[in-house]
């Protein structure tokens, strides 16, 4: 039988509200609005329903916004006619036959690890289109670069997972971070949407590289006990103050169990131990970077030691722009500078520092097998070179990476043709990789949830990639 996985009937608020709210205050609601909850027996009956056993205990979804040059990557086309060819070599991997990009040895070491899925795809060529589709499983209505966020579009695949596996220990479920992502307007796909703002990520908009990086929503005021908070009015109180908002003010009961949820954390040493990157090893700390997406990397080991199911962690805060320190994968931008520098001083060497070290780590403390790692951008980059020697939007194929959580290791799923334009062999639809990630996790894909016209849709519309699993 399916689960009643019916919204509420009230009205929730689209996540552009955020655009107007200060940067710490972001976060601050972030812990009072932001927060999962939901009944763990949906996860049951979904299970049931499904007869599946998870695989996976947790998913850290590395989102590369901008999208990365497949052929500059892991999947480079050495023989192809130059224009086409990548201006960088293969070279041997850990895994036998899989070869990638020479800029990428530390990777390169460590693709025993991974699957690679060569044959991603889909229609979408605009930025927050795209984004959207791959942040959530679902193609937009339209192609638009306008695409705005609204509440009508499907949720997260974090708020998914809250909606029919949440936590039930304290811990959030689903955690973002460092930025709200956008390219000009905020980039659908990062909340929950139709499931209403309780199954919002715990959203933390803080640099994890600071060195005094904290969460101020679980610092109370230094004249307000816990005993004090005890009483929901005097926490709603407190709230409301945090997050100056008066659509959060003026909610009343709708939000009731955000203070519930709220008030646990704030009880909780185990949700404040985890988020404390400083008792880290100074040596951890370095082998990971001293970046704000390396650090957020290892945050994202720590969140999922500690039981967060789903972590989002966002490359860039934008899709990129004339910046050789700083920005998305959006290279085609660049005018008198060509894509290959930006590549060379900042995307590559930023990946291969964090990538290989994240995957080890999970693996030296037993935790790969159970953690979904998900790589991958909103689409590929042409195989052809334009005139500036960079690369233009591909969605028609394009690669992720995949690791642990019950996928194979050291395996390529699917076959680009000659130049790496088009799948020649096992395309795997963005549909498909959905219904894959909620299948590890033990959530059947075919699991309806509800809009807010109540018309019944699958959590994924596509089917499980069955040929990549152990």
């Known amino acids: ?79 192809a006619p130059e224009g086409i060819r990548s201006l960088y070599r293969p070279i041997a991997t850990s895994a036998p036959g899989i070869e990638i990009c020479d800029r990428l040895p530390a990777c390169a070491r460590v693709m025993d690890k991974v699957t690679l899925v060569r044959t991603v795809h889909h229609s979408m060529k605009n930025h927050n289109s795209a984004a959207y589709q791959a942040l959530t499983g679902r193609a937009p209505s339209v192609d638009d670069i306008r695409l705005r966020d609204t509440i009508e579009l499907f949720p997260a695949y974090g708020s998914v997972v809250d909606r029919l596996a949440p936590n039930t ?27 209403g703002k309780t199954h919002d990520p715990l959203l933390v908009t803080e640099d994890p590289n600071r060195r005094d990086f904290r969460l101020p929503e679980l610092s109370l005021p230094s004249n307000l006990s816990l005993d004090r908070l005890q009483n929901r009015r005097s926490l709603q109180r407190v709230i409301n103050r945090q997050t100056e908002s008066q659509e959060t003010a003026a909610s009343g009961g709708e939000l009731d169990p955000y203070y519930d949820r709220v008030l646990a954390m704030l009880q909780s040493p185990k949700v404040r131990s985890a988020f404390d990157l400083s008792t880290e090893p100074e ?13 957020g990397c290892l945050l994202a080991r720590r969140l999922v030691e500690a039981g967060v199911k789903f972590v989002n962690v966002y490359f860039a805060s934008s899709i990129g722009g004339q910046s050789k320190t700083t920005g998305g994968w959006d ?36 935790l790969l097998d159970t953690t979904l790692v998900v790589w991958m951008g909103e689409f590929g980059r042409t195989p052809r070179l334009n005139a500036n020697i960079s690369r233009d939007h591909w969605p028609m194929c394009y690669t992720t990476l995949l690791a642990g959580g019950g996928v194979k290791r050291g395996y390529v799923h699917g076959r680009s043709d000659k130049n790496g334009a088009y799948p020649d062999r096992d395309g795997v639809p963005v549909e498909d990789l959905a219904a894959t990630l909620f299948h590890l996790l033990g959530i059947d894909p075919a699991t309806e949830l509800f809009d807010r016209l109540n018309r019944p849709l699958p959590a994924a519309a596509g089917k499980v990639v069955t040929g990549l699993l152990s």
């Open 1 to 79: 039988m399916t689960p009643n996985t019916r919204p509420d009937s009230r009205r929730f608020s689209p996540l552009n509200a955020i655009a107007d709210i200060p940067r710490r205050t972001l976060l601050q609601a972030g812990g009072a609005g932001l927060l999962g909850l939901s009944s763990p027996k949906l996860f049951a009956a979904s299970a049931a329903q499904g007869n599946l056993k998870p695989r996976a205990k947790s998913v850290v979804f590395l989102y590369q916004f901008g999208g990365p040059s497949h052929v500059d990557t892991f999947d480079m086309k050495p023989e």
């Open 283 to 295: 040596a951890v700390r370095e082998q990971y970077g001293r970046t704000t997406y390396g650090q």
């Open 331 to 366: 290279t085609h931008g660049f005018n008198d500078t060509r894509q290959y520098p930006i590549l060379d001083a900042w995307h590559l060497p930023l990946t291969d520092q964090t990538l290989p070290v994240f995957l080890n780590d999970l693996d030296e403390r037993g």
């Open 169 to 195: 220990d304290g811990m959030p479920t689903f955690v973002a971070y460092p930025y709200v992502i956008r390219d000009g307007a905020i980039t659908p796909g990062q909340h929950a949407s139709f499931l």
